[in-house]
């Protein structure tokens, strides 16, 4: 073994067993990640939301009629509460039972709808790789309530044909009930699955994640961080779960739509006498009487993606601050000087990122204080 190779074995040693590295997210790495406007994918709820171009207040595409998603609820547009600062979907009971005509994602000709909800339906597909993440107050308490922050599409006409979906965080039914635990799941079909395009035929990787607090007392951040052989999932910043994968048959590659909704799961709500079958749940659905709405409450969406300039090969680096922290083809360090990498900031902390290969030269000094931090991550060209 060469010394060459014998110090990058010191320094990857180095970096895995240091407790100064952290995740190399917007939090942690502000300088290498882009904010992406209102336009294309961001939302402060600080502005009255815009219904003509970026949001649908209902479920859209072919999904189960204007208003309903075929649950125990009614979608209503005025569940959406603008504060100025927050979103907030109401779930309540209605004042009266509104028939409606069901198309049969249940079953029957027509459901009384007894519950109202609410759900904000990006318009265009604009997410496709990066960072997500929401600051969120959730529901609890309750058995029936079904609140998601997800990012979904499917076109069996594309060629090839797919079904994609990510639950970013999910909180629905017992889950709900229990208050200190969250889900997640991806749901993926290809043609190397089967042959039917179908979601009944997709595969999915569900996980329920512990929280240490209650989801309903205050906001936490909920994350992903995804690429296309990688999604990550986190919880104040703190990774909770992470799925690996080259195949590209676990991880979605194609470009969703983003949903926050809040409904109630049909499978486990009180449901009025006329609705096709019927469920006896093991708590209530916790709305005792008119007037006592529980609130799925969002103070943003954010979504951010890496600066990204993956056919430039950065050679000789020497002096730190000439990087311009974007993805490289490569990146190796000038063996003629002494690079030092010495963040002292989380703003000036160093994550060098390549697809093919980091080479660090003999002579690199890496001396990060307890606040800033080093890191080397080679990853596929992030889009």
């Not at 970096?15 to 190399?24: C, G, N, P, R, V």
């Not at 990774?239 to 486990?268: C, E, F, H, W």
């Amino acid at each position: 073994m060469s010394k060459f190779e014998k110090h990058i074995i010191f320094v990857l040693m180095l970096l895995l067993s240091s407790t100064l590295i952290k995740a190399q997210i917007p939090f942690n790495d502000p300088s290498s990640w882009n904010l992406q406007s209102a336009a294309n994918g961001t939302e402060e709820f600080n502005a009255p939301l815009d219904f003509i171009t970026n949001w649908h207040n209902r479920y859209n595409f072919n999904w189960n009629g204007t208003y309903s998603y075929g649950a125990a609820e009614i979608c209503y547009p005025d569940s959406l509460i603008e504060t100025g600062t927050t979103l907030k979907i109401k779930l309540d009971t209605l004042a009266q039972g509104i028939k409606v005509v069901d198309i049969g994602n249940y079953g029957g000709d027509s459901v009384t709808y007894v519950y109202q909800g609410g759900v904000l339906w990006r318009k265009q597909l604009l997410y496709k790789y990066g960072y997500l993440e929401i600051s969120a107050k959730f529901p609890t308490g309750c058995y029936s309530l079904w609140t998601t922050f997800w990012l979904w599409f499917e076109d069996c006409y594309a060629s090839p044909p797919y079904y994609n979906e990510i639950d970013i965080i999910e909180n629905a039914a017992e889950i709900v009930y229990d208050g200190y635990k969250v889900t997640s799941n991806t749901w993926i079909w290809t043609p190397e699955i089967s042959d039917t395009c179908a979601y009944q035929n997709c595969v999915t990787n569900y996980e329920a994640l512990n929280t240490a607090f209650l989801l309903s007392a205050d906001f936490h951040k909920y994350a992903i961080e995804w690429a296309p052989d990688r999604i990550i999932w986190y919880i104040d910043d703190i990774v909770v779960r992470t799925i690996y994968d080259t195949s590209g048959l676990k991880i979605p590659q194609n470009a969703m739509t983003a949903i926050l909704s809040a409904g109630i799961n049909p499978s486990k709500a009180f449901l009025p006498a006329d609705w096709t079958f019927s469920h006896t749940p093991t708590a209530p659905v916790c709305f005792d009487g008119f007037g006592h709405p529980k609130y799925f409450e969002i103070d943003y969406l954010r979504y951010y993606k890496l600066n990204v300039d993956c056919s430039d090969d950065l050679t000789n680096l020497c002096v730190p601050t000439s990087y311009s922290r974007a993805v490289k083809k490569s990146i190796t360090t000038n063996p003629s000087c002494t690079p030092t990498f010495n963040p002292t900031t989380l703003a000036g902390s160093y994550t060098l990122r390549a697809v093919d290969h980091v080479t660090l030269n003999e002579g690199v000094v890496i001396n990060p204080t307890s606040v800033g931090y080093f890191a080397i991550q080679t990853m596929e060209c992030p889009q």
